[in-house]
């Protein structure tokens, strides 16, 4: 055997010999093979030198050529931009003018018609105008006939009856004396004379009477002559009439066909007119109004820009077609040097040795059908693509953004990703807006979750609050892109408290849970089985709650705020952080950010240590007062150093006069309650009546709970913001809701107090019981003394209560502004004139175009700003009369802030410099001045003011 044993070891060793003589013949092959292969590559590379040049030469060509192709491909697509906008703005004028009056207008009927009434009523005006002329004369002619009244009417006609009696009486007198003259006898000198005297008064008198009847005829003629003017005139005026109508109908055809003339190729399109404020119900109306592209096409003149456009069209067209020849030309000779480079690629594979080529070739085609092999292989276990189209980034955000953005571009080479715009413009990612970070990051998920499932990967999309940012038109697409995202068969959930898309949400047929509903529903038992079920293990579950933080400039972030469990144990969640930044408050909209940090406040924790009254004024805005700082710093308290507070609960605590954590500690939960109750059934909190269930005993309790663990925290912080070192100054008191401000809840609160003096009397009475073995004196005093304090204190609560009792505000906004200070009727009545009734109207007109319509030399600016001023005053103020706020704001106190806060002397010296000067005087109208008591009374009565909105 062990023969056997060395024989096998040294068969073995033999071998083994055998092995590294073949394995060393493998290496010097190798090694004879590789300096084969190293001299003829030598020799290659030195046959292919030039063409090695050459072929650098053309690799810079074809670059060039290259960044000459994309430079024709980007303007080549601005101009395609430039080109589909145009077409845009014609495509309205050719829906514009789609409907016309008159289709076939005859301009050559209408220009003999327009003829023939110019004519007519040429003729009518000359009629008229001899009508007026021959009227003109007529009136001037019979003005010149005045009657001398001497034979007018029946007088005139007795007359000449009574002369003709006369001149025939006188005729028979005249024959007597002429038969007596014809009986004489004796014709001598004498009777000759005396017969001349008879006979020549009778004459004269004939005379006489003649010419008086001849008068009397003329008087006839003339009273004839003006029946005959009169008469002609009243036919001259009915002529004038009818022509004058006849006129008027003429011009009204002659009008009627310039008119159709004019409309004959206009469109019957009507414009939209500006909104009514008071009678307009519209959102977008007035945004639409002056922001649409076809209201600016079709308000100018539509003949001159339909023109113009199609003028730059054509341009545009005609710049389009050069590039594209350019563009060809470039591609073209990009394809020959491309076909010179492969050439010499060419020439240079073929100085190798064809076999070694032939096995190169041969390998790389077993390599090939191997791949080839594997990859069916792996196809196999692919599943087919789902029904639906792949969704495309930039499909995706055009449609998201209305069109404003087209295009998402990849950077190459190392450079960053570029959007395009509608524009051709090209935006860096630092230039978006927070709105439309938004949206790019929802269309790269869609599109990425769209390419998953082409590739039989089903993931759902999970989306909490992402209309957090959008305005309501980009919310509205938002949600209309999504509904079709989901017609393909994606699950789609969306976690929001936006009411506005929940509508929306219903009206496209989406499913909808009201997550509070779900967690206050009892669960249903399950239902019995026959069968023996396994034991069910308990299993903790948690729910997950993704919280939006503020967008930076790389995008959205998340931020998982832990498990949300109701069990005391659980880590604290706070829904704001002091050192977070002010976006994550977002109390000016996308601006909130860069107004503050104008004002160097950039974090929360700023914000909280600001003065109010300071940061107000350098944020310089209309709706921005000491107030609503004050009421924001109140929600950032409760939201930063209470667990589980959100800005929704904040705002419901805040306005039931939970402001601070402070005001946690012995509150009465029950009163609370009812106070949330009360205030959300009242009109300021219908907005957030849904979240009623909310807030019940047990929330409260936990809440409560939670601000006294933090209570330290508090202590700290608070030591910074002065705005709480100035409420606990004053001795500020948490507001009760409107609800509680009748006289019923003083009652009730008055009833709470004697309840709780008989509680408090009750208790020292059995303390007296109970220390009965101090002697007799003693105890005496010490009842004397307790009773007295009890008096006391109940006087003075009796005191404050009846004072509280007794304040009231002696102006409303919905007063007519003549009661306002400093307005009397003779101003209300200007102020009415241009629209300003009520104290609402004061206040809320701006007052340069209010003095620039009344143009009233001594109202200015100035002035109508002080009688806002004043009537804020009063408004807020209880127990101020007009003269009050008129020295307070000429005396620079301008907010109810400020009296409250006033010192009283320093004011009082104030208001008595004041009075002693005319304007003081002229506003006390030579009375006395208010007494220190007076203003006194301001600042006491400042500290129970209550909000604008409340007046």
């Given amino acids: 055997?062990?023969?056997?044993?060395?024989?096998?070891?040294?068969?073995?060793?033999?071998?083994?010999?055998?092995?590294?003589?073949?394995?060393?013949?493998?290496?010097?092959?190798?090694?004879?093979?590789?300096?084969?292969?190293?001299?003829?590559?030598?020799?290659?590379?030195?046959?292919?030198?030039?063409?090695?040049?050459?072929?650098?030469?053309?690799?810079?060509?074809?670059?060039?050529?290259?960044?000459?192709?994309?430079?024709?491909?980007?303007?080549?697509?601005?101009?395609?931009?430039?080109?589909?906008?145009?077409?845009?703005?014609?495509?309205?004028?050719?829906?514009?003018?789609?409907?016309?009056?008159?289709?076939?207008?005859?301009?050559?009927?209408?220009?003999?018609?327009?003829?023939e009434l110019d004519a007519e009523i040429s003729r009518c005006r000359a009629i008229l105008a001899d009508l007026q002329s021959r009227e003109a004369t007529v009136r001037r002619e019979l003005a010149e006939i005045h009657p001398d009244g001497s034979s007018d009417g029946p007088a005139s006609l007795a007359d000449q009856r009574a002369t003709l009696g006369v001149l025939e009486q006188l005729l028979d007198?005249?024959?007597?004396?002429?038969?007596?003259?014809?009986?004489?006898?004796?014709?001598?000198?004498?009777?000759?004379?005396?017969?001349?005297?008879?006979?020549?008064?009778?004459a004269q008198m004939l005379r006489h009477q003649l010419y008086a009847l001849c008068g009397q005829v003329s008087e006839q003629q003339r009273a004839l002559r003006r029946y005959q003017l009169q008469a002609e005139l009243r036919q001259l005026a009915r002529a004038q009439t009818d022509l004058s109508e006849q006129l008027e109908h003429l011009l009204d055809r002659r009008h009627e066909q310039l008119h159709a003339h004019r409309v004959a190729h206009r469109s019957v399109m009507s414009l939209p007119a500006p909104p009514v404020h008071e009678l307009c119900q519209c959102e977008r109306h007035d945004d639409f109004v002056h922001s649409s592209d076809a209201q600016k096409l079709l308000y100018a003149t539509p003949e001159q820009n339909e023109e113009t456009l199609r003028r730059r069209r054509l341009a545009a067209q005609e710049r389009v077609d050069a590039t594209l020849r350019e563009l060809h030309d470039a591609e073209s000779a990009l394809s020959g040097d491309q076909g010179r480079w492969e050439e010499l690629q060419r020439r240079r594979r073929g100085a190798i040795d064809s076999n070694s080529v032939d096995r190169l070739r041969s390998e790389l085609r077993d390599l090939e059908a191997a791949i080839d092999i594997e990859l069916r292989r792996d196809a196999s276990h692919v599943s087919h693509p789902p029904e639906g189209s792949l969704w495309k980034a930039s499909d995706v955000l055009a449609q998201l953004t209305d069109g404003r953005l087209v295009q998402i571009r990849q950077g190459g080479e190392g450079r960053a990703a570029t959007l395009v715009d509608s524009q051709g413009r090209s935006l860096a990612l630092d230039a978006l807006t927070p709105q439309q970070h938004d949206q790019l990051y929802l269309a790269l998920t869609l599109a990425m979750i769209s390419a998953h499932s082409a590739r039989g990967v089903r993931l759902p999309l999970l989306l909490d609050e992402p209309f957090l940012r959008q305005d309501q038109a980009s919310a509205a697409a938002m949600l209309g892109v999504l509904d079709a995202f989901a017609r393909q068969g994606r699950q789609v959930l969306i976690f929001t408290e936006d009411r506005d898309a929940r509508a929306r949400c219903q009206s496209l047929g989406a499913t909808v849970w009201d997550l509070d509903a779900l967690r206050h529903e009892p669960a249903k038992a399950p239902a019995p089985v026959s069968y023996a079920s396994p034991p069910i293990v308990p299993v903790d579950t948690a729910t997950v709650r993704v919280v939006r933080e503020t967008v930076d400039r790389e995008g959205p972030q998340l931020r998982v705020a832990g498990d949300w469990s109701t069990s005391e144990e659980d880590p604290d969640f706070f829904y704001l952080e002091t050192e977070a930044p002010l976006g994550a408050f977002p109390v000016l909209g996308p601006q909130t950010e860069s107004a503050f940090a104008a004002c160097d406040v950039r974090q929360i924790d700023d914000l909280l240590s600001a003065d109010a009254e300071a940061l107000a004024k350098r944020l310089n805005r209309n709706n921005v007062r000491p107030e609503t700082v004050r009421m924001w710093q109140s929600h950032m308290s409760l939201m930063c150093f209470v667990p589980g507070v959100s800005l929704n609960d904040a705002q419901v605590l805040a306005a039931c006069g939970v402001r601070t954590p402070d005001d946690w500690i012995d509150l009465d939960l029950e009163t609370l309650a009812q106070r949330i109750q009360r205030w959300l059934n009242s009109p300021p909190g219908e907005r957030f009546r849904h979240t009623a269930s909310r807030y019940r005993s047990e929330r409260l309790a936990r809440w409560q709970r939670a601000a006294a663990r933090h209570a330290g925290r508090w202590s700290q912080?608070?030591?910074?913001?002065?705005?709480?070192?100035?409420?606990?100054?004053?001795?500020?008191?948490?507001?009760?809701?409107?609800?509680?401000?009748?006289?019923?809840?003083?009652?009730?609160?008055?009833?709470?107090?004697?309840?709780?003096?008989?509680?408090?009397?009750?208790?020292?009475?059995?303390?007296?019981?109970?220390?009965?073995?101090?002697?007799?004196?003693?105890?005496?005093?010490?009842?004397?003394?307790?009773?007295?304090?009890?008096?006391?204190?109940?006087?003075?609560?009796?005191?404050?209560?009846?004072?509280?009792?007794?304040?009231?505000f002696l102006l409303h906004r919905s007063s007519p502004v003549a009661d306002a200070p400093a307005i009397g009727e003779k101003t209300a009545e200007r102020l009415a004139a241009v629209g300003i009734r009520t104290v609402a109207d004061l206040l809320n007109a701006d007052p340069e175009s209010v003095v620039a319509e009344l143009e009233v030399r001594h109202i200015t600016a100035e002035v109508f700003c002080d009688w806002q001023r004043q009537a804020r005053l009063v408004c807020c103020v209880p127990e101020l009369h007009g003269y009050g706020a008129q020295i307070l704001v000429a005396c620079g106190l301008t907010e109810p802030q400020q009296v409250a806060n006033a010192d009283v002397g320093e004011l009082y010296r104030k208001v008595k410099a004041f009075c002693r000067t005319k304007p003081g005087q002229r506003i006390l109208r030579n009375g006395k001045a208010p007494s220190e008591s007076k203003v006194a009374d301001w600042v006491a009565c400042a500290a129970h003011r209550r909000p604008l909105e409340a007046a």
Avoid: C
């Fill in 717 to 808: 912080a608070r030591n910074r913001y002065r705005w709480t070192q100035r409420r606990r100054k004053e001795g500020e008191r948490a507001p009760l809701p409107r609800g509680e401000r009748s006289s019923s809840s003083l009652r009730e609160r008055n009833a709470n107090d004697r309840r709780e003096r008989r509680s408090t009397e009750r208790d020292d009475a059995e303390g007296r019981r109970s220390t009965r073995q101090g002697s007799g004196r003693e105890s005496a005093q010490r009842a004397r003394t307790s009773s007295s304090s009890r008096d006391n204190d109940s006087n003075r609560r009796e005191r404050v209560n009846d004072r509280k009792r007794r304040l009231r």
């Fill in 173 to 202: 007198d005249l024959d007597v004396e002429v038969s007596q003259l014809a009986r004489s006898v004796d014709p001598g000198y004498r009777s000759q004379i005396d017969s001349h005297a008879r006979i020549s008064p009778v």
């Fill in 1 to 115: 055997p062990l023969e056997e044993h060395w024989q096998q070891v040294a068969h073995t060793l033999e071998a083994a010999s055998g092995h590294r003589r073949a394995l060393s013949q493998l290496f010097e092959r190798r090694d004879a093979a590789a300096r084969e292969l190293e001299e003829r590559l030598a020799s290659t590379r030195r046959d292919s030198a030039t063409a090695q040049a050459e072929m650098r030469e053309l690799e810079q060509l074809v670059g060039e050529r290259r960044r000459r192709r994309e430079e024709l491909r980007g303007r080549l697509h601005g101009l395609e931009l430039e080109l589909a906008s145009i077409d845009n703005q014609l495509r309205y004028f050719a829906l514009e003018s789609i409907g016309h009056r008159a289709p076939h207008f005859d301009l050559e009927r209408h220009t003999t018609l327009l003829a």
